[in-house]
């Protein structure tokens, strides 16, 4: 039996933290044990990308390139690595080609040593130009696998994938299996497959979901896999990774010994079981085994996400129809694997599906868009009477989707000038638009007011004293409450702002009240003798309000655009008339039912 040293890299500053505690780990929490973690000898840390990114300038007042630098500076004996998501960089959308050069050479010079580039649809269309400038700039390329069981995904078309990818230039090869659906006997055939057809080293990231993956790992070094992802032990299970102290142990002394201090690891464990106990990581998420995700299979972290979306809807009862949901939308849109961002844009529309109480009543932006081929060629077929009540006869795209975009970055640098510090803001500005200015703004204020954030991040939240340099805890935060109100069979939804901690006295500062539709309306609208009024089918944000009062519109035109559970939904106007009121507006925050706008 062929047998090698197994080399291990640590997820625990990116995945580990992104899987367990909502991506909420600061930076300076990190630092503490960076220079211990340098002498252990790991091949390499992921330390950057994925959720991280945006992360960090929404909810930790934090600036995601210097983090980078920050690790780079301790970390000189360990590679630095970071999860990319294709043409969609760090971000939920396509982004256009000199976007993503321009992120990827900064990556490299900040430190980043090794990018993971993946695709939700494994197309490598939407991977080629982070392949080519990685490889140009003098960075490990690995090219990724985003592992999933359908009818339409076997063992030949991942090991054709990964054949292409080795002629677009990649270095190694990583199966990148998110939702923990990998079984260990399905792992040795396709690693074995892997190392004899394609001939890279081959690395394996299994999550732990469905409690298979340390199994996985076994018989995928049995197999002959080279390099696998592992967490530090108080950062892994649940739906994090396996434990690094644990593979690390279970090889020891055996021809794929790792060679690792475990002494080492063990004082870098005790440290990160400090910094877990300042966050709540509910049970099933830390030390939880969902076989369910065999069938459903969205990632652990999704999971957690709606969840929480479902709770703004005082719907959290109805989470176990979503997830059976899940399934019947994924097949509809071609059997996508469920990775960021295709497992926001099924999971999303499976939860609409079922709060609305007709499937595709609601269609987000990311469907439509989807259904158009803009996110690229889907693994299977897709539905096509779904297809075409979506696109309206529009044809889908077959072109390379990034091609039908336009240059950004000039455009971004030109919008957010006034905000400049250094060259990667203008990235950070084009990826994030809302959240990187909002960051700005707080940074030129010198962080006086508390980040914002989403419902859908609020959870794990950190208990105790907050850190040194952290927003929570100061004198005076705003803090966002919503009641509902029922006078006379009629109900209303109370939006409150409250200042908390002024001079010691909680002060509210302004109110808005909004009446709900009762049992006779619908989400959509509440007619009134010629007038329909359109509210709000879900809770969100206005993202853009595109008519004006005095506006002529048809039945089916855009009125406003809303991001409500991750995507965009486009509002329509449910019948052909004349805008007499617009009733909200950008930047607004809406609670379902709330009226946005009148049509007579």
């Given at each position: 039996m062929e047998s090698s040293?197994?080399?291990?890299?640590?997820?625990?500053?990116?995945?580990?933290?992104?899987?367990?505690?909502?991506?909420?780990?600061?930076?300076?929490?990190?630092?503490?044990?960076?220079?211990?973690?340098?002498?252990?000898?790991?091949?390499?840390?992921?330390v950057w990308?994925?959720?991280?990114?945006?992360?960090?300038?929404?909810?930790?007042?934090?600036?995601?390139?210097?983090?980078?630098?920050?690790?780079?500076?301790?970390?000189?004996?360990?590679?630095?690595?970071?999860?990319?998501?294709?043409?969609?960089?760090?971000?939920?959308?396509?982004?256009?080609?000199?976007?993503?050069?321009?992120?990827?050479?900064?990556?490299?010079?900040?430190?980043?040593?090794i990018i993971r580039v993946f695709d939700a649809l494994n197309d490598v269309r939407n991977m080629q130009k982070a392949i080519e400038v990685a490889k140009a700039e003098g960075a490990h390329v690995q090219g990724t696998l985003s592992y999933t069981t359908s009818p339409v995904h076997d063992l030949n078309c991942f090991v054709d994938t990964a054949i292409t990818l080795k002629h677009l230039g990649s270095d190694s090869i990583c199966i990148k299996d998110m939702a923990g659906l990998l079984s260990p006997y399905h792992a040795y055939e396709l690693i074995k497959k892997l190392k004899e057809t394609v001939g890279l080293p081959v690395q394996l990231h299994c999550h732990y979901t469905s409690g298979m993956a340390s199994m996985s790992y076994l018989k995928a070094v049995e197999a002959g896999v080279d390099i696998v992802d592992t967490a530090t032990a108080p950062l892994a299970l649940g739906t994090s990774q396996p434990p690094t102290d644990t593979i690390v142990a279970a090889l020891?002394?055996?021809?794929?010994?790792?060679?690792l201090d475990i002494n080492l690891l063990s004082e870098v464990s005790n440290y990160f079981k400090s910094v877990r106990g300042n966050y709540q990581i509910p049970l099933d998420i830390a030390l939880g085994v969902d076989t369910n995700v065999l069938n459903y299979q969205i990632p652990g972290g999704m999971i957690s996400n709606l969840a929480s979306?479902?709770?703004?809807?005082?719907?959290?009862?109805?989470?176990?129809?979503?997830?059976?949901?899940?399934?019947?939308?994924?097949?509809?849109?071609?059997?996508?694997?469920?990775?960021?961002?295709?497992?926001?844009?099924?999971?999303?529309?499976?939860?609409?599906?079922?709060?609305?109480?007709?499937?595709?009543q609601?269609?987000?932006?990311?469907?439509?868009?989807?259904?158009?081929?803009?996110?690229?060629?889907?693994?299977?077929?897709?539905?096509?009477?779904?297809?075409?009540?979506?696109?309206?006869?529009?044809?889908?795209?077959?072109?390379?989707?990034?091609?039908?975009?336009?240059?950004?970055?000039?455009q971004a640098r030109r919008e957010i000038e006034d905000y400049l510090e250094k060259s990667e803001d203008v990235l950070s500005y084009a990826l994030f638009p809302n959240a990187a200015r909002d960051y700005f703004e707080r940074r030129k204020s010198g962080f006086k007011q508390q980040a914002s954030g989403d419902k859908n991040h609020e959870k794990p939240e950190p208990k105790g004293k907050p850190a040194e340099g952290s927003s929570a805890g100061r004198d005076t935060h705003t803090e966002s409450r919503s009641?509902?109100?029922?006078?006379?069979?009629?109900?209303?939804?109370?939006?409150?702002e409250e200042v908390v901690m002024v001079n010691e006295q909680p002060q509210v500062t302004s109110a808005s009240v909004s009446r709900e539709p009762d049992s006779k309306e619908t989400s959509h609208q509440a007619q009134d003798g010629s007038s329909t009024t359109v509210n709000a089918p879900m809770p969100g944000s206005v993202l853009d309000v595109v008519v004006k009062e005095g506006d002529q519109v048809n039945e089916g035109d855009q009125l406003m655009v809303l991001e409500a559970m991750k995507?965009?939904?486009?509002?329509?106007?449910?019948?052909?008339?004349?805008?007499?009121?617009?009733?909200?507006?950008?930047?607004?925050?809406?609670?379902?039912?709330?009226?946005?706008?009148?049509?007579?």
């Open positions: 040293k197994l080399l291990i890299t640590d997820t625990s500053l990116r995945d580990g933290h992104q899987s367990l505690m909502a991506t909420r780990m600061k930076t300076e929490e990190m630092l503490p044990v960076v220079e211990k973690m340098n002498e252990v000898g790991y091949h390499s840390l992921e990308g994925g959720a991280t990114f945006d992360s960090c300038m929404r909810f930790l007042d934090e600036d995601p390139w210097e983090r980078l630098k920050q690790l780079r500076k301790i970390f000189t004996k360990t590679k630095l690595q970071m999860l990319l998501r294709g043409q969609n960089l760090v971000g939920y959308r396509h982004y256009p080609d000199d976007l993503v050069e321009e992120f990827v050479k900064k990556a490299i010079y900040n430190g980043i040593d020891k002394d055996t021809p794929y010994d790792t060679m979306q479902l709770e703004e809807y005082n719907a959290t009862h109805r989470l176990e129809e979503v997830l059976k949901e899940v399934p019947r939308v994924r097949k509809e849109l071609g059997y996508p694997p469920l990775v960021t961002p295709s497992s926001q844009i099924v999971g999303s529309q499976a939860a609409a599906n079922v709060l609305m109480g007709e499937r595709y609601v269609v987000s932006n990311e469907v439509k868009n989807y259904l158009k081929g803009l996110y690229g060629k889907p693994p299977g077929t897709i539905d096509k009477e779904l297809q075409k009540k979506v696109l309206q006869g529009e044809e889908p795209i077959t072109c390379r989707p990034a091609d039908l975009l336009e240059p950004g970055f000039e009641f509902k109100v029922t006078v006379d069979d009629q109900s209303y939804r109370v939006q409150v995507m965009e939904n486009e509002i329509t106007s449910p019948v052909t008339g004349k805008v007499t009121r617009v009733i909200t507006a950008k930047g607004a925050s809406v609670n379902s039912g709330e009226p946005l706008a009148i049509i007579d």
